[in-house]
């Protein structure tokens, strides 16, 4: 099949899927569309891709990095810093040693370094399987956040491992301190540089944006989705991680983003492109993985003293071991973080058996699992192929479906039997946020004396009329912790009464530009709790969006009230 017709096909079947899991919500998606890759692959006359790994990594991995980068709560990410990379990089040491030299000792026709090439493999977690298999289930969201952390990071971590593994199978040469200092450069190397990159691009969005607002939108969005790739293509050019120069743009472009409260058209697009990017690279990256299962599967079935029953015990033997060190480690490097983070109120639930073992299974594999253990080249220096690359490729590929069936399975029961949490601090955030944005939004109502001399008494009397009825309905806003779905109702006469005289439409139109600035006052509120910390990025965004919808449905009614009024028309301009 031709590439593009292969493209577009992965692409449609991963939206078919994503529409056939809402009614199966009993299967993870993941499963649903690893097992429909193989399906359509096993047969002989099945759908074969050629997999290539690092355009693989190219296409697929920078943008779902960066968009994580993006979306991760930055406030929860920082407080919680210690038991993230902890588990990221710690926990990634613990298991590439430790898993090394079992799976060597197991399988002991596969090298040490190989063994640990394996180990570095299958060292990094999937935040997007986990978030597939726990939606609706309850997972504490900060112990979500922790996860997502983790595999924001444990990525680079893990494939610069597996390149060290590889580099000492190739030469047969190991230095302690040459891993050391070379991780050290790929990781402050690639997130200086994404960092660098992430600020040079809103910089420079931001000097054009000032200039011409919201109608270059589309391209600045169309831009910032090229974004991940410039940043994770410079970074491996110079040789740093890619990877984390991917997260950190993301990171940086967010940050920058606090300072963009103003341009509507551009937000909302970017919110509708980047879901949509998500949907269709996560449905395509585990399609793809279904579509290698039959070539991955029967190579090492096919191999002389491999019975499939002990293939399939390696692969029980090496997920449960890697479950196992994961409880290990969070039992004892994580849990005294973790509780010194709840004490200090970083993590709302307290660290539990419980918690630690839904944290154990959460440990789901998936897409740069596949693509590493892909990643390793079919022979050695000398021209002799790579010792147990089949098995490796096998042996991963294995451990990615285990742990995604295990943590399908095990993660329901574990979290139906946590105790069940109180309020969300962030949900009491948003409610208090709600509440000061209203009386920010009533402080805008107010009149300065010195405005109230320099208009006309017929105008102060009429934007009094206004502020007063706008006031009382922010007021019981604030009593019923509304959303301002009525805020509309009385504009709605201006369509219904033509006929009412120009006064009853002048003061209908000072309503509409009254909200307007109303709703400008609550917006700049919502940005300026965000940059004090007292709400996170992902309320933020639910918060603004609310009033971004808001403000384009005033901007259509004020259209009509001005024509109606006989004005001429303002600005369509989303800025302030």
């Known amino acids: 099949m031709h590439a593009v017709e292969t493209v577009l ?3 449609l079947l991963g939206a078919l899927t994503g529409i056939v899991a809402r009614y199966i919500r009993a299967i993870p998606l993941p499963l649903i569309q690893i097992a429909l890759g193989a399906l359509i692959a096993w047969p002989q006359a099945g759908l074969h891709i050629a997999f290539d790994p690092e355009l693989f990594l190219l296409l697929f991995i920078p943008p779902l990095l960066f968009a994580d980068g993006w979306r991760i709560p930055k406030r929860e990410f920082f407080a919680l810093a210690k038991p993230i990379l902890l588990l990221a990089l710690g926990l990634v040491l613990f298991t590439v040693l430790g898993l090394g030299y079992l799976i060597h000792w197991m399988i002991p026709e596969i090298p040490l370094t190989v063994a640990f090439a394996l180990a570095a493999v299958i060292s990094p977690t999937d935040a997007v399987a986990v978030s597939a298999i726990t939606r609706n289930l309850g ?10 952390g983790e595999s924001l990071l444990n990525d680079a971590s893990g494939l ?18 040459e891993v050391a200092k ?23 969005r931001g000097t054009i944006t000032r200039r011409l607002g919201d109608v270059a939108a589309t391209q600045m969005v169309l ?17 740093v991680s890619g990877i984390l120069a991917a997260v950190a743009a993301g990171i940086a472009t967010n940050f920058a983003d606090l300072e963009r409260s103003s341009y509507i058209s551009e937000r909302l697009q970017t919110e509708g492109t980047w879901s949509m990017v998500e949907a269709a690279f996560n449905g395509a990256i585990f399609l793809l993985l279904g579509l290698q299962l039959p070539s991955i599967i029967g190579v090492p079935l096919h191999q002389a003293g491999h019975d499939w029953w002990i293939l399939v015990g390696y692969v029980a033997a090496i997920s449960f071991a890697l479950l196992l060190m994961r409880w290990i480690w969070l039992v004892l490097g994580v849990h005294g973080s973790l509780l010194r983070a709840h004490r200090q109120g970083k993590l709302t639930e307290r660290p539990s058996k419980l ?8 440990g789901i594999r998936g897409a740069v699992t596949l693509a590493g253990a892909l990643s390793v080249p079919m022979l050695l220096n000398n021209g002799q192929p790579f010792p147990g690359r089949d098995m490796l490729v096998f042996l991963a590929t294995g451990t990615i479906l285990f742990t995604l069936v295990i943590g399908a399975v095990g993660l329901p029961i574990v979290l139906r039997h946590l105790p069940p949490h109180e309020e969300s601090p962030t949900v009491r955030e948003e409610r208090l946020a709600r509440e000061q944005a209203c009386m920010a939004a009533m402080a805008k109502l107010t009149l300065s004396e010195e405005e109230m001399q320099r208009r006309d008494p017929e105008w102060v009397a009429m934007r009094q009329e206004v502020n007063g009825h706008l006031t009382q ?15 509309a109702q009385s504009i709605e006469l201006l369509r219904e009464a033509p006929e009412v005289v120009r006064q009853r439409k002048l003061r ?11 709703i400008h006052a609550e917006r700049d509120f919502y940005y300026a709790e965000r940059q004090a910390h007292r709400i996170n990025d992902e309320s933020l965004r639910s918060l603004v969006s609310e009033l971004d919808m808001q403000e384009i449905a005033m901007r259509k009614r004020l259209a009509v009230a001005r024509r109606a009024a006989g004005l001429p028309m303002a600005s369509t301009h989303a800025n302030h």
């Open 160 to 177: 610069v491992a597996l390149k060290f593994a590889i580099a000492a199978t190739l030469t047969g040469m190991f230095s302690w301190g």
């Open 182 to 204: 070379e991780f050290t450069w790929m990781a402050v190397g690639g997130l200086g540089v994404g960092a660098l990159i992430g600020w040079g691009f809103s910089h420079a």
């Open 9 to 11: 096909l992965v692409l």
């Open 473 to 487: 309905e922010y007021r019981n806003r604030i009593q019923l912790l509304d959303d301002g779905s009525g805020a």
């Open 139 to 148: 997972m504490p969201e900060k112990t979500m956040h922790v996860l997502e």
């Open 355 to 362: 918690l630690n073992l839904a944290t154990t299974l959460a």
């Open 508 to 518: 209908y139109v000072m309503e509409i530009e009254t909200r307007i600035e109303c």
């Open 223 to 239: 831009l910032l989705v090229l974004l991940p790739f410039a940043a994770y293509i410079v970074g491996e050019k110079i040789g």
